[in-house]
């Protein structure tokens, strides 16, 4: 079936790299994103990644996808007290020739960063 | 920036009753879904809507269940007969038809409490 699976929660100290992880079991993903939820607010996305691609930095962003694994990570270069927040890792799921959109998210990860 | 915008941004309702929720899409975008998250869970597909009709749908997404598209801006959602466990915090999200309908943009999220 399809899952997604994080770690709950990350501290980091301002300045540092966080590396937020995440794992997915279908091996049908076509796309695998990233959310970012801040207190109050709606969903985010900071980035994605085609399944057919290793690596994608955007800015201070760098995923790793590890098709054979099944792993995707996501690392914050040089992380401000403003990247507090619950990061999420969703995938999309492919169906035959379409892609129907749906995600499917992990749980999310609390990113806590101390000043 | 365009953005998904919802209303109301909480709603509170007695079990059984009806309630609608209400969301503007952003206005190029031709595929619509709604996702929910209950406290301290995943967040779930509920429904994906494209050209007037669902293209898919969750296992959650029963009969009190219903999406519409009632003029060419609102998408909504409608729980017939709220139960208990329908309090969850709700997301609307849009996304464009062609290679980049595969970015999903998120609204602010609605929280319905059904007392």
């Known amino acids: 079936g399809e899952d997604v699976e994080q770690s709950l929660f990350l501290s980091v100290r301002e300045g540092d790299s966080s590396v937020i992880n995440c794992t997915y079991t279908?091996?049908?993903?076509?796309?695998l994103y990233w959310y970012k939820q801040e207190p109050g607010a709606g969903l985010q996305l900071l980035t994605y990644?085609?399944?057919?691609?290793d690596m994608k930095q955007d800015q201070r962003l760098t995923v790793l996808l590890n098709k054979k694994d099944k792993h995707l990570s996501l690392r914050i270069a040089d992380t401000q007290t403003g990247d507090s927040a619950i990061y999420f890792c969703?995938?999309?799921?492919?169906?035959?020739?379409?892609?129907?959109?749906?995600?499917?998210f992990g749980q999310g990860t609390t990113l806590q960063v101390k000043p | 920036e365009p953005e998904v915008t919802q209303t109301p941004s909480h709603q509170v309702t007695q079990m059984g009753q009806e309630v609608i929720l209400r969301c503007v899409p952003i206005s190029n975008h031709l595929y619509f879904y709604w996702y929910r998250q209950i406290l301290g869970q995943k967040v779930e597909f509920l429904v994906s809507?494209?050209?007037?009709?669902?293209?898919?749908k969750s296992e959650i997404f029963d009969d009190q269940f219903s999406v519409e598209r009632p003029d060419g801006s609102n998408f909504t959602l409608k729980i017939r007969s709220t139960k208990l466990e329908d309090s969850a915090m709700y997301f609307c999200?849009?996304?464009?038809?062609?290679?980049?309908?595969?970015?999903?943009?998120f609204g602010p999220g609605t929280r319905l409490t059904v007392l």
């Open positions: 279908d091996s049908s993903s076509t796309y």
């Open positions: 969703a995938e999309s799921i492919q169906i035959g020739s379409s892609n129907t959109g749906k995600l499917i």
């Open positions: 809507f494209y050209n007037n009709e669902i293209s898919e």
């Open positions: 999200a849009s996304s464009r038809e062609g290679p980049t309908r595969k970015e999903q943009f």
């Open positions: 990644i085609f399944s057919n691609m």
